[in-house]
Every structure is written in C-alpha cells, then in structure tokens.
DNA sequence: CTGCAAGGGTGAAACGTTTAAGTAGACGGC
DNA sequence: GCCGTCTACTTAAACGTTTCACCCTTGCAG
C-alpha cells in the first residue's frame, strides 16, 4: 500500500478500476459518465467522477477498449516493395497525405504497413490481426499476390492508384484515359498536328490506358496513329531523353512531345535543349503528373496533375463507409486529373 | 439469398480457443507451440496444433496480445501542424520514410499521429493511451506544448530534426552549425571571399546556428562579419529573389551567395538569370537541403544534403533502445550533412 | 398495503491473449 | 515401496475496458 504511494515519478497509468476507487463508485459509473450516458448517473456523481479522473491523470487504455469493442478506430495504409521506400516519389506521401487527412477528420488513425515480397507471407500476418478495422492498398504491383488475398478476406479493403484493370474490389484511381484523352485533345486545339508521344512500358495498365486516351483524340482528330509517333519507354528521365531524339529523327516535322509522366518530360527538354533546339518555340513538351520540379525548370512544365491527395481522400471516405455502414462500394471510382498550363507548350 | 451467400465469407476470425479445441489440446499448449517454448510439447502435439491452426486459418489477435504484454511493437510518428500534410515539404516524407524504415526492420510498426493546434489538448490522448509503445516527435514548432509535454511523461519520446535548442529530451537533429562552416570553408576555398548568405528567419533556431557556422568560417578566413553581406529571409524562393538582389546592390564585387535552403537558391538563381547575371560564371550559388528539384534545374544546384533519412532512422534506433532497454539516450545526436556539389559553384 | 415503474447504480461476463502455478504420470534411485 | 524429478500438459488469473442483466430505493397509483 505504502509502495503505491511512494512510486510518484514513474507510476503507471491509472485505470478505471483506481478512479472508480477514488470516486467511490463502480467501474461501470465511471465509464457511463465517461461515456455521457446521462440518464445513468446524478450530476453529483458526475462531478464526483470527473474530479477523479483529473486528480489522476486517467486516460482510457486504447487497447483494452479495442479489445472489447472489436474495433481500433485504425485504418491500414498498405504499400509493397519495391516502392517500399514513401519517399521515393512523391506519388505515396500525397496518397498518404490525403487518406491521412480525410481518416483523421473523422476519427481514424492510420497505421503504416509496409510488405517486401520476400517477407510477404510473414507480413501478411499483420493485414489481419485485428488491429485495423479496414486496409487500403496503394499503388499495387500488378501481379501482386495482396489483390488475390484481398478480395476473399473478411476485413475490408479499397485499392487505389494504378489499379490493375480486372480487380474485383473496391477502387479509386485516376482516370488516364480521360486525361489522356484530354490533353491530346487541348494540344491539337493548339494549333498541333505531328504530335510525338513518350509512353510508360505498354505492360502496365495505367501506360496502356492513357496511350488509349490519345489515341481517340488522334482518330478524332484524323491524325496518323501509327506507331512512327510513339517511343515506349518507362517513366525515366532518360527515357525521355532518347525518345525525344528518335521521335524528332523519324519525324523531322514534329512540333509536339505528350510525355507519359514528368519525368519523361524533363529528360525530353534536356535532350532537346542540348541540341539548341527551342522548348516550347520549335518542340512543345507536356507531361503528366505535375511534381514539384514541374513548376521550377525553365520553360515551366505544362502538365497534366493527378489528383493524388484527392485519391486518398476518396480511398479512406470509401473504406470508412464500408466499415460503418456494412455498404461495399462497387463502382470504379475515376478520378479526373487537372490540366497545369505554364509554359512548355507553344501555341502555332 | 444472396445475403445467404455472403456468409460464410464473412464469419469472424478463429480465435486461440477455437484451435485448442479443434486440435483438442488447452488454449496454453497452443499458445506454447506458437511460441517455439520447445521444451513445453511434443513432436506429435506440434504437428496436431500446427494442423489445427492451418485448418482454420488462425491469426492471433493482436490487440488482445498488446493488452495483456503491456506493449503495441508500434511507435507513434508525431507531427504538429501546421506542417500537417506530410507533402507540403519532402522534409517530413523523407523523415517518415527512414523512421519506418529502421522500425520495420526491428520488428515494430508505425502509427502517425497528426495534431492540430487547436484540438492539440483533445488529440493528446492518443499520444500516451497504450496505443504506442513510443512516440517521436518530428519537427516540433519551437514553442510547442508538446515539448514540455513530453519531458514529463511515462512514455519514451525523442524528438527529432529543428529541435529548439533548450530541450531537455533525446534528441536527434543536423548538425546546423557544422554544416554551415564546411559549406563556407569549403567555398572560402574554391577562391571566393565576398560572399553574401540569405538566412532563414533568424528567429528559428536553425537558422541561427547555420549563421553562427558561416560566421565562424568567415572569421577564420579574415572576412567581413558584417550584417552588409546578410539577407534576412524565410525559406521561401521569393526571399531568394529579393536577397539576391539587395545582396549585390550593397556588395557589387559580391561572386557568391550562400543560401539557406534550396528554394531560396532557386529563387536567387532565377532573379539573377533573369537580370542576365550568369550562374555560376558572375555569381556562385550554394544551397541547403538537395531538394528533388535541385538536380532538374539549370546550372544543377551545388548543395548540403541533410540526412533526413538517416535522422529518421536514427530517432527510431534511439527510442527503441529506451523501450527495450529502459535506457534513455541522453547524448544530443548530431547527424553531418553532405555536400553535394554539383554545378553552380565556380572555382575561381 | 401492495404492485410497479422509474431512477440510479452495481456485478460480472466478455473480448483473446500470455503466463505463473499447478498436476498427473512415468521413471529412476535407494 | 517411497521419494523426488522430469516431462508434457492444464487451469486460471491477469490485462483494462464495455455492456448487459440485475438490484435496491423511492414515489405513486390502485
């Protein structure tokens, strides 16, 4: 009794069981008032209660009361190797940023879990341990082994951001084929009409959708859709670097460079300016993504923004329905991007 | 009918008691097999209990472990707003990134936790409700409640990255000061010695320790401490601009500029190009930070790299030892920066 | 005076684990 | 034949909550 009073500095944490104790009522009092349940308790014992759980410091144990409410207010923010690394591109930090946001103002935490494929089996164990309520998977590798699990487990689950096309759960991404479409379309209202394209490896889902997208605008538009205007390459810099060169070499008459992403797009003005050719006065480039260089290199990118933060709102708003209402979003959730004009793109 | 369907997908989770009587032994004996306590089975029961846990698809539950060891393996990744969105500056993405990483590796996970200025008293629940085992503090706002918060808590806290200068806690940070005399010394030694610098917001500690470094390169070398070489700025690219400027309208010979951080680098460079003053050839420009962007621009930005990944590391390692081994880290971690040179500092 | 409803509260089970303490049986030494 | 020691288990008490069922007053209608 007496070691009780004398462990001041590094006590633990009260429980309700002390300040029910203090308060002279029982535990059960105590987490009624605690919980506002006012037509179970007199305002004397209120204040009775609430007088103790200030005099001790008390804080409800999270764990315990997830525990016994078979729920943890926590939401699951999945990313597999070999983005592993958040930073990497800013792609994830804004997914995260928005899903952070949205989850936060209504009372989610999130919990970061990060698979390397090699561990995958081992890490798995945690997807499902109890301690979230929901998971959203972000930005999955195409053959990833999550989307087979994902989609015959009992917690719920959203995919979102380049989400392989035949998937059968929830999801939200960006609509490139709409973006796509769209910024071919605004590039030959420029005045455009030999128009070179630097793609993503023609593999992935989201390179084959955009490529898509202008190709409709191309019909549309009746310009030549073969593949002489096209570069596949994979989103490097470098990338853009040759395929600019050998889309201007097949076509010495191209005015126009659609570049799959923002990287592709700077590597295509280095290359271009290394040869003294003028960015955007003899060659337009636009890119896709709008990263944050975007607006700092000379010409300023025109670009396409993918509404990344937004994504990650709409991936937390509709695991958090599911999770509070029992209701499974079904639809394709598209989001359209926004088109960032600055200066890389010359009207003729 | 089809809600008939629908449940079996849905039933719950087994629990430990479930395996127990499938594999008809008690629930300990399964716990002991899970656990590798050898000595505690058989061969035979292994194999029944593993059986049994296959079968049924068993995952132990977390929380109901967290609840009776005391202790979540999750560490809290705490950040005030207003840096808020994790995005806004790759500073804390990159913080994050390293601080997960270490984390994963020894077995714990991560959980952020935002606050808000104004729910600050609201939020601060979740920082010691048993939810986390630890928490770091990144970037804190020099007057921050938190600080003093945490000096007086139970819970294992070490901040990191901008600390104030009199904190009383663990603590990991970038060695300002040092970094800033090898940025000067070092130019110092590529020939230049009228040097101007473009400061943060002298109110900010960091800032304040990056000048003391300078001024004491400068003092070595025998240059001029006066304020005529200073420009007192705020991180941003516009205060780069105008610094730029009013730096060499005081100091015409001026040949370089020490900036703060990239973006006021960027800024100077900008200002400077514009008035057709050339980059490096007439004026030298340094930087701090190596932002993404400072490798896409023209001249490539010579800078200091923090090592923001490695604090983020450094400030899990730190606060994992106190966990597990109740000793607290009481050496002020100072992490060197590196200097990257790239392509904007002329050798004269 | 009885019955009964409402108000204000309590007791205890449950959530799913871990683990200290206990136990039954086999075996060996004397 | 008795004691002690191992081995392989089991029992049950925690961990800190929430919540459901129940209990005791008191007041009031019949």
Redesign the pocket.
Known sequence: MTEMLNQPARR?????????LFA?????????V??G?D????A???ERVRGAVRELG????S???S????RTKTLGFVVEQPHGRLTRNSYMSQLLDGYLEFSVRVGYQIKIITLTNSSCEINRQQLD??SVDGLALFAPPQDSPLLTWASSTRIPVVVAGSVPQPCALPQVDFDDEGAAYRVATWIIGQGHCSIGRITGLLSQWSARRRERGILRAFQEAGLDLSDTWRYEGDYSSCCGETGAISLLEANPDLTAIICGNDRAALGAITALQQRGISVPDTVSIVGFDDMDTAQWINPKLTTMRQPMSEMGMKAAEILIRHIETGIRDEAANLLSGELIIRQSVRNR
């Not at 633990?12 to 029910?20: G, L």
């Not at 002279?24 to 009624?32: K, L, P, R, Y």
């Not at 008390?58 to 144990?61: A, I, M, V």
């Open positions: 633990n944490n009260p429980t309700i069981r002390e300040v029910a002279d009522v029982s535990i059960a009092t105590v987490s009624n605690l919980h349940k037509t179970l308790y007199t004397l014992t209120a008390y804080r409800p144990n764990v315990a009361r525990l016994v409410g078979q341990d109890g």
